[in-house]
Structure formats: structure tokens, C-alpha cells
């Protein structure tokens, strides 16, 4: 490849003058900005266990009070992108999330997207847009961009969660921002998944045509995802993904529009060799423990913890039990990279 002028070689006097008028010559940066065959990446591979994750969330619990914290939140961030970027990949916010009985997360809407995997506890409910929505163990909750939404928890043990939000896109685009409101009116028909749409393939007949909603439903309930992966592995020959993905029950896409959700489920003993993506992705373990090769880094993750992925990774992963299966709820931003024309799966 060509050899690039630097900036040494140019006159001190027309950088200086440059500077000046706030511009920036591009062909020292050449390489930085495009380079060759695969992306500069900051981001490492990484795990946050549950074990070091969840008595630090407690702890927190007895530090601020839920008044002082609007949301309690730890939020996973990526040492190689640099912690004060709050990423735990370049485009995905992890936090984890602690509710105590009878706390009340107030009502607030803003322009990123959410969503919240239910870790612990009983109890706990979001109300998006006037749906309360239960949130059990394994239970995936949207609150898209735009949408209100509210936490409260009526049980009687801390309820966790895991929030994942498209916001270091929308930061990076200065378009973050959000508004308080009052606690909602609930609909009686709450939770579409146990009424409008509880099986694939039937839609509310009166939802087709030009009635469709952008977000016809909020939460997907872990019973029916467990039982459908197994369904799936029933037909799935060994080590090929068990793997499905959250979609929008009325039009099949991708449920939101910036992240992808999608749950995997290793056999016992099984080893997956994921192609390559061009997309970034984490991996919350729903439940039981595995292995995973990311880019020549070995990491072992077990109930509840987070794993990070890198754009373009070599990723090998294995179930490390030759009794159970392990299930993993994945996270990427291939939507966004999608829209944006440059998603790619390396074979
Ligand atoms: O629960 O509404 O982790 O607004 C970050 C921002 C959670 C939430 C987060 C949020 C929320
Ligand atoms: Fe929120």
C-alpha cells in the first residue's frame, strides 16, 4: 500500500495556519480514518460476572435511595473503549439495574431505545405506554424510542435486570435526551404477548392493513422463548445455532430498530462457530455456564454474566456442561448496520 505524506513534512507555518481556520488535512489520517481490510477496534472481548456485578448493585442499594437515583444503575463499560464512555461495545449501553420492594423508577420518555432482560427477583412490573408488563426471570421488555415507561416492584426481594440501550448512537449523534412525566393510566388489555399475540403466524385481523402499529408488543415472555428453542433443536443438527430471534409479531422485522435480540441455546457439550459479523454484540447468560474464544481471548462466563464482543470478531463458544443446556441472550447492533448498508457476514 502507497506510503502517505505526514504532517511533520508540511511547513509548521501552513499546519499553524490550518489550525487557524479550523481545518485538517486528510491524508496523514488516511489510514486511521479508513483502514485496511478490517476496522480499528478499542473495544475488547470482556466479561462482568454476576458475582463481582450483583453485590456491588446491592451495595448500591444501600448507598442512594431510588429518589436520588431516578434509576439504579451500574453500567458496564468496556476498559479498551475507556469507561468514561459508558459502552459496553461502541454502539451498545449495558447497565444493570436494581429495584427494592416498593420502589417506584418514575415515568420518563427519551429518544434512545431500551430494553430490560429480567435477572432476580418476583415483583417487579415497567408499564410502557399504558401496558404493565410482569417481568419474570428470562422476560424480554421493550421501551422503544419515544415511549413512556416507569418501574415498580410490589414483591418482596430485590428485582434485577439487565437495561441494554442504543444510546451511545444516539449520544454520538447529540440526539439524546429525555422527558419526565406522571405515573400512567394502565390499560386493562395490558401485555399484547398474553392476549394479541400468543402465537406466531395469528395477528389481530383488524392490525392489518394500515392499522399497524410501530410497536404492537412489549414483552416476550422467557417460558415461551425456552420452549420454542427446544422446539427448534428438536430439527437443528448438532453444532448448528439453536437460535431465534425477537421480531415484531406483525411484520417479522426486527423488533427495534437500532438492536438486535436474539436468544441461543447450546446443547449440552455443543461448540458454536458463529460466522464473523460486521456488528458488535453482547451475550447475557439466562442461564447456565460456557466458554467462548473471541478473538484469540478465552473467557468463561457463568449464570447472569455479560459478555462483550468486538465488531469483525472471531468468536468460538461452548456450552461447558455435558448435562445441561446454556442459554444466551444475545444483543447486537446489526439492525443499525443494516439500515445503514454495510452490514456484512464473513463466511
Ligand atoms: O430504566 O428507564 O439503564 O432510562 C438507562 C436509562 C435504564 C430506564 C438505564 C434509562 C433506564
Ligand atoms: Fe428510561
Same mark, same amino acid.
Not at 449523534?173 to 429525555?178: G, H, I, K, Q, R
Given at each position: 500500500?502507497?506510503?502517505?505524506?505526514?504532517?511533520?513534512?508540511? *511547513?509548521?507555518?501552513?499546519?499553524?495556519?490550518?489550525? #487557524?481556520?479550523?481545518?485538517?488535512?486528510?491524508?496523514?489520517?488516511?489510514?486511521?480514518?479508513?483502514?485496511?481490510?478490517?476496522?480499528?477496534? @478499542?473495544?475488547?472481548?470482556?466479561?462482568?460476572?454476576?458475582?463481582?456485578?450483583?453485590?456491588?448493585?446491592?451495595?448500591?442499594?444501600?448507598?442512594?435511595?431510588? #429518589?436520588?437515583?431516578?434509576?439504579?444503575?451500574?453500567? +458496564?463499560?468496556? =476498559?479498551? +473503549? $475507556?469507561?468514561?464512555?459508558?459502552?459496553?461495545? *461502541?454502539?451498545?449501553?449495558?447497565?444493570?439495574?436494581?429495584? +427494592?420492594?416498593? /420502589?417506584?423508577?418514575?415515568?420518563?420518555?427519551?429518544?434512545?431505545?431500551?430494553?430490560?432482560?429480567?435477572?432476580?427477583?418476583?415483583?417487579?412490573?415497567?408499564?410502557?405506554?399504558?401496558?404493565?408488563?410482569?417481568? /419474570?426471570?428470562?422476560?424480554?421488555?421493550?421501551?422503544?424510542?419515544?415511549?413512556?415507561?416507569?418501574?415498580?416492584?410490589?414483591?418482596?426481594?430485590?428485582?434485577?435486570?439487565?437495561? @441494554?440501550?442504543?444510546?451511545?448512537?444516539?449520544?454520538?449523534? #447529540?440526539?439524546?435526551?429525555?422527558? /419526565?412525566?406522571?405515573?400512567?393510566?394502565?390499560?386493562?388489555?395490558?401485555?399484547?404477548?398474553?392476549?394479541?399475540?400468543?402465537?406466531?403466524?395469528?395477528?389481530?385481523? @383488524?392490525?392489518?392493513?394500515?392499522?399497524?402499529?410501530?410497536?404492537?408488543?412489549?414483552?416476550? *415472555?422467557?417460558?415461551?422463548?425456552?420452549?420454542?428453542?427446544?422446539?427448534?433443536?428438536?430439527? %437443528?443438527?448438532?453444532?448448528?445455532?439453536?437460535?431465534?430471534?425477537?421480531?415484531? =409479531?406483525? %411484520?417479522?422485522?426486527?423488533?427495534?430498530?437500532?438492536?438486535?435480540?436474539?436468544?441461543?441455546?447450546?446443547?449440552?457439550?455443543? %461448540?458454536?462457530? =458463529?460466522?464473523?459479523?460486521?456488528?458488535? @454484540?453482547? &451475550?447475557?447468560?439466562? #442461564?447456565?455456564?460456557?466458554?467462548?474464544?473471541?478473538? $484469540?481471548?478465552?473467557?468463561?462466563?457463568?449464570?447472569?454474566?455479560?459478555?462483550?464482543?468486538?465488531?469483525?470478531?472471531?468468536?468460538?463458544?461452548?456450552?461447558?456442561?455435558?448435562?445441561?443446556?446454556?442459554?444466551?441472550?444475545?444483543?447486537?447492533?446489526?439492525?443499525?448496520?443494516?439500515?445503514?448498508? &454495510?452490514? /456484512?457476514?464473513?463466511?
Amino acid at each position: 500500500m502507497q506510503q502517505l505524506g505526514t504532517l511533520e513534512e508540511l *511547513p509548521l507555518a501552513y499546519r499553524d495556519g490550518l489550525t #487557524e481556520r479550523a481545518m485538517v488535512p486528510l491524508w496523514p489520517l488516511m489510514r486511521a480514518a479508513l483502514p485496511y481490510d478490517k476496522p480499528h477496534r @478499542a473495544c475488547t472481548p470482556h466479561v462482568w460476572s454476576w458475582s463481582e456485578v450483583r453485590p456491588n448493585l446491592l451495595k448500591a442499594g444501600d448507598f442512594t435511595p431510588i #429518589e436520588k437515583a431516578e434509576r439504579r444503575v451500574l453500567i +458496564l463499560s468496556n =476498559p479498551g +473503549l $475507556g469507561l468514561d464512555k459508558l459502552r459496553a461495545t *461502541p454502539s451498545i449501553f449495558i447497565g444493570m439495574q436494581m429495584i +427494592l420492594p416498593g /420502589e417506584f423508577a418514575p415515568t420518563h420518555k427519551h429518544s434512545p431505545s431500551a430494553i430490560r432482560m429480567v435477572i432476580e427477583g418476583k415483583g417487579g412490573w415497567t408499564t410502557v405506554q399504558g401496558e404493565r408488563c410482569p417481568m /419474570e426471570k428470562g422476560d424480554l421488555i421493550l421501551t422503544p424510542s419515544g415511549l413512556w415507561h416507569e418501574h415498580g416492584h410490589d414483591g418482596k426481594d430485590p428485582v434485577i435486570w439487565m437495561d @441494554a440501550l442504543d444510546l451511545p448512537a444516539v449520544a454520538g449523534l #447529540e440526539a439524546s435526551y429525555a422527558i /419526565e412525566g406522571n405515573i400512567q393510566n394502565t390499560k386493562p388489555d395490558a401485555d399484547s404477548s398474553q392476549t394479541r399475540y400468543i402465537r406466531a403466524g395469528l395477528v389481530p385481523f @383488524a392490525s392489518l392493513g394500515q392499522n399497524r402499529q410501530r410497536y404492537p408488543m412489549f414483552r416476550f *415472555p422467557w417460558k415461551d422463548v425456552k420452549e420454542s428453542l427446544h422446539a427448534l433443536a428438536t430439527i %437443528t443438527p448438532k453444532n448448528s445455532a439453536v437460535q431465534l430471534a425477537y421480531v415484531n =409479531p406483525e %411484520t417479522g422485522e426486527e423488533c427495534m430498530p437500532v438492536l438486535g435480540f436474539s436468544a441461543l441455546m447450546l446443547r449440552p457439550g455443543e %461448540t458454536l462457530r =458463529p460466522n464473523r459479523r460486521s456488528s458488535s @454484540a453482547v &451475550f447475557h447468560v439466562i #442461564e447456565g455456564s460456557g466458554e467462548a474464544n473471541v478473538d $484469540g481471548k478465552h473467557l468463561r462466563f457463568e449464570d447472569n454474566d455479560v459478555v462483550a464482543i468486538p465488531t469483525h470478531a472471531d468468536i468460538e463458544v461452548s456450552n461447558r456442561s455435558t448435562s445441561k443446556p446454556c442459554y444466551l441472550f444475545q444483543v447486537d447492533d446489526a439492525p443499525m448496520q443494516r439500515k445503514l448498508g &454495510f452490514f /456484512e457476514e464473513f463466511n
